[in-house]
């Protein structure tokens, strides 16, 4: 009580006003909130140290552009050059003859790295650190578009290297790689791991497509979800007036959430298709129904796409990786993927599926 009074007191004054002394009261209280509130504010300050650092290091991080930039010139001039070959060998055709441009790949070299170091600025070199895991895939091969592809081979072979590589998401570590996919064709991977960003689930499904695009509309991308199997309950979530953003890897179950990456990719409706292990997860009558639908997204060149139109679009590739037998039967062609033996092409068409799922693993 006497340090409060020594605070609104001059020392000269014995006494004060009712009004002075609350007036007086008022100002220390305003000046206590303003220190108070500085306060809370150096805090938050200090809690955002830690996230604003990771944000700087990985601004700061060296980048691919470079190569990839690079490997997309190599695609934009191998392709010029076919076409122009395809030119030769077919004097006054007008129209389609990039469809036959073949999609090639073979003798790969890749090194996975445990980190990446550099100087930041300018045009340093980048530094990486110490190889983990080296992969060589021998052999060329060449697919042609509108075909059905599957890769087998055992654990560790290179499949899920090589199909990254083809998709664009890894770049070869020299020329000597032989990778190309025309440059006009667009271009899907799809991993095993689900992934959702911020948004509705119909704004997920159609992400990478501008609004009004064909395939874009809610009926399209239902009826994509309906012949997959999609449930009740994450149909739901696909309502007209369905403007919830949710986290998804949580609301949705695991068998939906794999379900929708793949009806995600369907509604994109890629010229090429990378997609690693499609099946894996499911059981055996949603096994047989993602590869049925594969193999119509190949020959009706999409899904839910009007089949009297179908000879105005470009060709549909399918290249999966898998360990399921019906995946390789139901494939044009199937590339066993092998570091010691290299990458060959194996028939399986005409055997048992017991036969099959043991040549998969060799």
């Not at 664009?168 to 689900?194: K, M, N, Q």
């Not at 509705?200 to 994509?224: I, Y």
Request: hydrophobic letters at 40%; glycine letters at 8%.
């Amino acid at each position: 009580y006497i340090g409060g009074l020594q605070l609104v007191m001059d020392e000269h004054q014995d006494s004060m006003t009712l009004g002075m002394f609350l007036t007086n009261i008022g100002i220390v209280k305003r000046v206590g909130d303003c220190y108070g509130s500085s306060y809370k504010t150096l805090l938050a300050i200090q809690s955002t140290g830690e996230a604003l650092r990771h944000i700087v290091y990985a601004m700061n991080l060296p980048t691919d552009l470079r190569a990839r930039s690079a490997a997309m010139d190599k695609r934009r001039v191998e392709t010029k050059n076919v076409r122009e070959k395809l030119r030769a060998e077919n004097p006054g055709v007008t129209s389609g003859l990039l469809d036959k441009a073949p999609i090639k790949f073979g003798n790969i070299n890749f090194a996975y790295h445990s980190s990446i170091s550099g100087n930041f600025g300018g045009d340093s070199t980048i530094r990486r650190g110490k190889t983990l895991h080296r992969q060589h895939i021998k052999g060329c091969f060449e697919i042609e578009q509108g075909s059905m592809v599957c890769l087998i081979g055992p654990r560790g072979g290179g499949k899920a290297t090589l199909l990254k590589i083809l998709g664009g998401v890894l770049i070869p570590e020299d020329e000597t790689s032989d990778v190309f996919v025309p440059a006009h064709l667009r271009v899907l991977h799809v991993p095993v791991t689900t992934y959702f960003y911020k948004g509705t689930l119909l704004q997920n499904l159609t992400f990478g497509l501008k609004e009004g695009a064909p395939g874009s509309n809610l009926k399209h991308v239902k009826r994509v979800c309906q012949r997959l199997g999609v449930s009740k309950h994450a149909m739901e979530w696909l309502g007209s007036e369905a403007k919830a953003i949710e986290p998804w890897l949580v609301v949705l179950s695991r068998t939906d959430q794999q379900l929708l990456s793949i009806a995600r990719a369907f509604v994109f409706n890629p010229e090429v298709l990378f997609i690693h292990k499609p099946t894996l997860p499911f059981g055996e009558i949603l096994r047989q129904r993602i590869v049925e639908l594969l193999r119509e997204f190949v020959t009706n060149k999409g899904i839910e796409q009007a089949q009297h139109l179908a000879y105005l679009r470009r060709p549909r590739t399918v290249i999966l990786t898998s360990t399921d037998a019906a995946c390789a039967t139901a494939a044009d062609r199937v590339f066993s993927i092998n570091q010691v033996n290299g990458t060959k092409e194996v028939v399986v068409k005409e055997e048992r599926p017991e036969e099959v799922s043991l040549k998969m693993l060799e």
